[in-house]
Antibody, heavy 120, light 108 residues
Framework: EVQLVESGGGLVQPGGSLRLSCEGSGFIFSDYGMNWVRQAPGKGLEWVSYISGSGSVIYYSDSVKGRFTTSRDNAKDSVYLQMNSLRGDDTAVYFC?????????????WGLGTLVTVST | FVLTQPPSLTEAPGKTARITCAGDNIGTKSVHWYQQKAGQAPVLVQYSHTDRPSGIPDRFSESSSGNMAILTISSVEAGDEADYYCQVWDSSSDHPGVFGGGTKLTVL
């Protein structure tokens, strides 16, 4: 069974940093591109970032480019989202999702998400 | 690339719900659909025009042409009440992931 488990969320002050992790199991992790998607309270889904299976290709949304960094460690079946210079509008539940990138699918399996709150 | 969905749709049980997703020449792209129930993670319900993940009933189907894609849910049930999102991957962009704004389906 495919499982994705996010961790690392919490309360952080504006301008602060946070690192999210997502550990996968039940599949060959390195075979899949992974996406981060976020959802602000009461709002829709927003794609944040993509990293290919090898880690050689990475994309970001305009709203996080230059502030967030995506990486992965296939030996640990994990993908990470380093978030710097956090702002109030980064407050959201952050999901990791396993992609079927040959089809352009952002997520055929999703984690439960981790909540990031940016506030004083 | 922008995807536009109506914010809400209400349908009676047993009827057919059609959730639209508008985008420039979307009929030439692969469109994917997610269902998100309150407090839960999204679930992929339809992808690449004809494919459904295992466990998704064949009451769900997708069609697209021109500037519109449509997720059709036949014989709507109370358990179908959820937010639905369309999604494309714009390979021509360096920020390729795109979701529509979502449609809240209410079954009344």
């Amino acid at each position: 069974e495919v499982q994705l488990v996010e961790s690392g969320g919490g309360l952080v002050q504006p301008g602060g940093s946070l690192r999210l992790s997502c550990e996968g199991s039940g599949f060959i992790f390195s075979d899949y591109g992974m996406n981060w998607v976020r959802q602000a309270p009461g709002k829709g889904l927003e794609w944040v970032s993509y990293i290919s299976g090898s880690g050689s290709v990475i994309y970001y949304s305009d709203s996080v480019k230059g502030r967030f960094t995506t990486s992965r460690d296939n030996a640990k079946d994990s993908v990470y989202l380093q978030m710097n210079s956090l702002r109030g509008d980064d407050t959201a539940v952050y999901f990791c999702a396993r992609g079927i990138m040959i089809r352009g699918v952002i997520g055929d399996s999703w984690g439960l998400g981790t909540l990031v709150t940016v506030s004083t | 690339f922008v995807l536009t969905q109506p914010p809400s749709l209400t349908e009676a049980p047993g009827k057919t719900a059609r959730i639209t997703c508008a985008g420039d020449n979307i009929g030439t792209k692969s469109v994917h659909w997610y269902q998100q129930k309150a407090g839960q993670a999204p679930v992929l319900v339809q992808y690449s025009h004809t494919d459904r993940p295992s466990g998704i009933p064949d009451r769900f189907s997708e069609s697209s042409s021109g500037n519109m894609a449509i997720l059709t849910i036949s014989s709507v049930e109370a358990g179908d009440e959820a937010d639905y999102y369309c999604q494309v991957w714009d390979s021509s962009s360096d920020h390729p992931g795109v979701f529509g704004g979502g449609t809240k389906l209410t079954v009344l």
